[in-house]
Protein backbone atom coordinates (compact mmCIF):
# COMPACT_ATOMS: atom_id res chain seq x y z
CA UNK A 1 0.00 0.00 0.00
CA UNK A 2 1.31 3.53 -0.50
CA UNK A 3 -0.42 6.09 1.88
CA UNK A 4 -3.01 3.92 2.12
CA UNK A 5 -3.97 3.60 -1.43
CA UNK A 6 -4.12 -0.30 -2.71
CA UNK A 7 -3.32 -1.24 -6.36
CA UNK A 8 -5.84 -3.50 -7.95
CA UNK A 9 -3.87 -4.86 -11.22
CA UNK A 10 -6.55 -5.92 -13.80
CA UNK A 11 -5.89 -9.02 -15.97
CA UNK A 12 -7.99 -7.94 -19.06
CA UNK A 13 -4.30 -6.58 -20.19
CA UNK A 14 -2.52 -9.72 -19.48
CA UNK A 15 -0.85 -12.38 -21.69
CA UNK A 16 -3.58 -15.04 -21.17
CA UNK A 17 -1.21 -17.73 -22.15
CA UNK A 18 0.62 -16.89 -19.23
CA UNK A 19 -2.13 -15.88 -16.85
CA UNK A 20 -0.60 -17.70 -13.58
CA UNK A 21 2.58 -16.46 -13.62
CA UNK A 22 1.59 -12.53 -14.50
CA UNK A 23 -0.72 -13.16 -11.43
CA UNK A 24 2.36 -14.61 -9.38
CA UNK A 25 4.24 -11.08 -10.36
CA UNK A 26 1.66 -9.27 -9.43
CA UNK A 27 1.41 -10.34 -6.26
CA UNK A 28 4.93 -10.75 -5.54
CA UNK A 29 5.50 -6.79 -7.08
CA UNK A 30 2.69 -6.06 -3.73
CA UNK A 31 -0.94 -5.71 -5.31
CA UNK A 32 -3.47 -5.50 -2.92
CA UNK A 33 -5.96 -7.60 -5.12
CA UNK A 34 -6.63 -9.36 -8.74
CA UNK A 35 -9.04 -7.31 -10.44
CA UNK A 36 -11.09 -9.64 -12.98
CA UNK A 37 -13.36 -8.32 -15.67
CA UNK A 38 -16.09 -10.41 -16.83
CA UNK A 39 -17.56 -9.10 -19.94
CA UNK A 40 -20.83 -10.57 -21.18
CA UNK A 41 -20.96 -9.43 -25.09
CA UNK A 42 -24.54 -7.40 -23.83
CA UNK A 43 -23.83 -5.00 -20.81
CA UNK A 44 -20.85 -4.37 -22.74
CA UNK A 45 -19.75 -5.40 -26.30
CA UNK A 46 -17.66 -7.85 -26.03
CA UNK A 47 -17.16 -10.99 -24.24
CA UNK A 48 -14.06 -11.54 -22.08
CA UNK A 49 -13.94 -14.48 -19.31
CA UNK A 50 -16.20 -16.57 -16.84
CA UNK A 51 -16.24 -18.60 -14.04
CA UNK A 52 -13.15 -21.14 -15.28
CA UNK A 53 -10.84 -18.39 -14.81
CA UNK A 54 -11.64 -16.83 -11.62
CA UNK A 55 -11.56 -20.71 -10.12
CA UNK A 56 -7.71 -20.99 -12.14
CA UNK A 57 -6.62 -17.73 -10.47
CA UNK A 58 -7.64 -18.71 -7.17
CA UNK A 59 -5.34 -21.47 -7.35
CA UNK A 60 -2.50 -19.04 -7.79
CA UNK A 61 -2.80 -16.35 -5.51
CA UNK A 62 -3.74 -16.01 -1.65
CA UNK A 63 -5.27 -12.09 -2.89
CA UNK A 64 -8.62 -11.03 -2.83
CA UNK A 65 -10.16 -11.31 -6.33
CA UNK A 66 -12.33 -8.16 -6.83
CA UNK A 67 -14.64 -9.86 -9.42
CA UNK A 68 -16.31 -6.52 -11.60
CA UNK A 69 -19.30 -8.36 -13.47
CA UNK A 70 -19.76 -6.40 -16.53
CA UNK A 71 -23.31 -8.35 -17.90
CA UNK A 72 -26.62 -8.28 -17.60
CA UNK A 73 -28.76 -10.18 -15.05
CA UNK A 74 -26.20 -10.23 -12.80
CA UNK A 75 -28.50 -11.80 -10.15
CA UNK A 76 -28.33 -14.99 -12.51
CA UNK A 77 -24.53 -15.34 -11.65
CA UNK A 78 -23.65 -13.61 -8.43
CA UNK A 79 -23.76 -17.33 -6.68
CA UNK A 80 -21.55 -18.87 -9.36
CA UNK A 81 -18.43 -16.31 -9.10
CA UNK A 82 -18.52 -16.50 -5.39
CA UNK A 83 -18.60 -19.74 -5.55
CA UNK A 84 -15.77 -20.02 -7.93
CA UNK A 85 -13.65 -17.91 -5.84
CA UNK A 86 -14.57 -14.23 -6.47
CA UNK A 87 -14.30 -12.38 -2.87
CA UNK A 88 -15.46 -8.67 -3.71
CA UNK A 89 -18.71 -9.06 -5.88
CA UNK A 90 -18.69 -5.96 -8.09
CA UNK A 91 -22.27 -5.28 -9.71
CA UNK A 92 -23.22 -2.35 -11.65
CA UNK A 93 -26.32 -0.14 -10.80
CA UNK A 94 -27.58 0.26 -15.00
CA UNK A 95 -27.51 -3.97 -14.94
CA UNK A 96 -29.81 -4.87 -12.39
CA UNK A 97 -33.19 -2.95 -11.10
CA UNK A 98 -32.32 -4.89 -7.55
CA UNK A 99 -28.58 -3.74 -6.50
CA UNK A 100 -29.86 -3.78 -2.86
CA UNK A 101 -31.11 -7.51 -2.75
CA UNK A 102 -27.86 -8.62 -4.50
CA UNK A 103 -25.49 -6.75 -2.26
CA UNK A 104 -27.37 -8.18 1.11
CA UNK A 105 -27.09 -11.88 -0.50
CA UNK A 106 -23.19 -11.18 -1.54
CA UNK A 107 -22.63 -10.07 2.10
CA UNK A 108 -25.18 -12.78 3.41
CA UNK A 109 -22.36 -14.97 2.19
CA UNK A 110 -19.86 -13.45 4.01
CA UNK A 111 -18.24 -11.82 0.91
CA UNK A 112 -17.86 -8.24 0.05
CA UNK A 113 -20.55 -6.23 -2.01
CA UNK A 114 -19.20 -3.55 -4.67
CA UNK A 115 -21.72 -1.45 -6.25
CA UNK A 116 -20.18 0.26 -9.87
CA UNK A 117 -21.17 3.47 -11.94
CA UNK A 118 -20.82 3.94 -15.60
CA UNK A 119 -19.35 7.12 -16.53
CA UNK A 120 -23.11 8.64 -17.56
CA UNK A 121 -24.31 7.68 -14.25
CA UNK A 122 -24.67 10.07 -11.51
CA UNK A 123 -23.43 9.33 -7.88
CA UNK A 124 -26.61 9.68 -6.83
CA UNK A 125 -28.04 6.35 -8.37
CA UNK A 126 -25.76 5.01 -5.57
CA UNK A 127 -26.60 7.40 -2.88
CA UNK A 128 -29.12 4.75 -0.44
CA UNK A 129 -26.96 2.04 -1.32
CA UNK A 130 -23.91 2.90 0.40
CA UNK A 131 -24.79 1.22 4.23
CA UNK A 132 -25.19 -2.02 1.81
CA UNK A 133 -21.64 -1.53 0.44
CA UNK A 134 -18.61 -2.20 0.92
CA UNK A 135 -16.87 -0.80 -2.15
CA UNK A 136 -18.19 1.53 -4.91
CA UNK A 137 -16.52 1.59 -8.23
CA UNK A 138 -16.72 4.79 -10.33
CA UNK A 139 -15.82 3.84 -14.29
CA UNK A 140 -13.36 6.47 -15.53
CA UNK A 141 -14.25 5.15 -19.09
CA UNK A 142 -16.47 3.42 -20.71
CA UNK A 143 -16.38 -0.09 -19.67
CA UNK A 144 -15.45 -3.03 -22.36
CA UNK A 145 -11.91 -2.59 -23.25
CA UNK A 146 -8.58 -1.69 -21.64
CA UNK A 147 -6.50 0.87 -22.63
CA UNK A 148 -9.07 3.63 -23.17
CA UNK A 149 -8.22 7.26 -21.91
CA UNK A 150 -9.37 8.59 -18.69
CA UNK A 151 -12.47 10.45 -18.48
CA UNK A 152 -11.80 13.47 -15.99
CA UNK A 153 -15.30 13.83 -15.01
CA UNK A 154 -14.42 10.61 -12.77
CA UNK A 155 -12.79 12.48 -10.38
CA UNK A 156 -15.06 14.95 -9.07
CA UNK A 157 -17.75 11.56 -8.57
CA UNK A 158 -14.50 10.06 -6.31
CA UNK A 159 -14.87 13.10 -4.61
CA UNK A 160 -18.24 13.69 -3.80
CA UNK A 161 -18.59 9.65 -3.42
CA UNK A 162 -15.74 10.08 -0.76
CA UNK A 163 -17.70 12.93 0.97
CA UNK A 164 -20.79 11.18 1.18
CA UNK A 165 -19.35 7.74 2.55
CA UNK A 166 -17.25 9.75 4.80
CA UNK A 167 -20.09 12.14 6.42
CA UNK A 168 -22.32 9.16 7.01
CA UNK A 169 -19.58 7.51 8.90
CA UNK A 170 -19.27 4.40 6.43
CA UNK A 171 -16.27 2.22 5.20
CA UNK A 172 -17.00 1.79 1.60
CA UNK A 173 -13.82 1.98 -0.34
CA UNK A 174 -14.07 4.44 -3.31
CA UNK A 175 -12.47 2.22 -6.48
CA UNK A 176 -11.71 3.70 -9.60
CA UNK A 177 -11.70 1.65 -12.97
CA UNK A 178 -10.25 2.80 -16.51
CA UNK A 179 -7.51 4.72 -18.34
CA UNK A 180 -5.34 4.87 -14.59
CA UNK A 181 -1.58 5.97 -15.52
CA UNK A 182 1.46 6.60 -13.71
CA UNK A 183 0.18 10.40 -14.32
CA UNK A 184 -3.39 10.44 -13.11
CA UNK A 185 -2.94 7.75 -10.25
CA UNK A 186 -2.12 10.47 -7.78
CA UNK A 187 -4.97 13.05 -8.87
CA UNK A 188 -7.49 9.53 -8.16
CA UNK A 189 -5.87 8.92 -4.58
CA UNK A 190 -6.57 12.85 -4.41
CA UNK A 191 -9.57 12.72 -5.14
CA UNK A 192 -10.44 10.30 -2.70
CA UNK A 193 -10.19 7.06 -4.20
CA UNK A 194 -8.63 4.42 -1.96
CA UNK A 195 -7.71 1.63 -4.59
CA UNK A 196 -6.78 1.90 -7.98
CA UNK A 197 -7.53 -0.65 -10.87
CA UNK A 198 -4.96 -0.61 -13.86
CA UNK A 199 -4.79 -3.14 -16.54
CA UNK A 200 -2.56 -1.69 -19.28
CA UNK A 201 -0.77 0.59 -17.03
CA UNK A 202 0.35 -2.62 -15.50
CA UNK A 203 0.20 -5.42 -18.33
CA UNK A 204 2.16 -3.88 -21.32
CA UNK A 205 5.36 -4.75 -23.23
CA UNK A 206 7.30 -1.49 -22.30
CA UNK A 207 8.16 -3.30 -18.97
CA UNK A 208 7.81 -5.90 -16.92
CA UNK A 209 4.54 -5.87 -14.48
CA UNK A 210 7.09 -5.51 -11.70
CA UNK A 211 8.53 -2.18 -13.14
CA UNK A 212 5.38 -1.20 -13.84
CA UNK A 213 3.82 -1.88 -10.22
CA UNK A 214 7.26 -0.34 -8.98
CA UNK A 215 6.39 3.30 -11.36
CA UNK A 216 2.54 3.33 -9.71
CA UNK A 217 3.76 3.15 -6.13
CA UNK A 218 6.08 6.00 -6.86
CA UNK A 219 3.68 8.32 -8.43
CA UNK A 220 1.33 7.63 -5.37
CA UNK A 221 4.22 8.48 -2.97
CA UNK A 222 5.38 11.72 -4.88
CA UNK A 223 1.93 12.76 -5.18
CA UNK A 224 0.97 11.83 -1.65
CA UNK A 225 3.82 14.09 -0.13
C1 LIG B 1 -12.95 -1.70 -18.45
C2 LIG B 1 -12.55 -2.63 -17.32
C3 LIG B 1 -11.31 -2.18 -16.69
C4 LIG B 1 -10.13 -2.28 -17.61
C5 LIG B 1 -9.15 -1.22 -17.26
O1 LIG B 1 -14.05 -2.19 -19.07
O2 LIG B 1 -13.55 -2.66 -16.34
O3 LIG B 1 -11.04 -2.86 -15.48
O4 LIG B 1 -9.49 -3.53 -17.54
O5 LIG B 1 -8.16 -1.17 -18.23
P1 LIG B 1 -7.12 0.03 -18.29
O6 LIG B 1 -6.50 0.15 -16.94
O7 LIG B 1 -6.15 -0.36 -19.34
O8 LIG B 1 -7.92 1.26 -18.66
ZN1 LIG C 1 -12.94 -3.47 -14.33
Redesign the pocket.
Known amino acids: MTGGVKLAP ?1 I ?2 ADFARLGEQVREAEAAGADSI ?1 I ?1 V ?1 DGRF ?1 PVISLGTPIVEAIRRVTELPLDV ?1 L ?1 IEQPERHIGAFMDAGGDVINVHVEATRHLHRIAREVRGRGKLAGGCINPGTPVSALESLLPELDQVIV ?1 S ?1 N ?6 KFIEGALAKMRRLRQMIDDAGLAAEVEV ?4 TVSNAPVCAAAGANSL ?5 VFNDSASVTENMARLREALAAGAK
Open positions: SLAHDMVHMMVPGWSGQDGGVVAASA
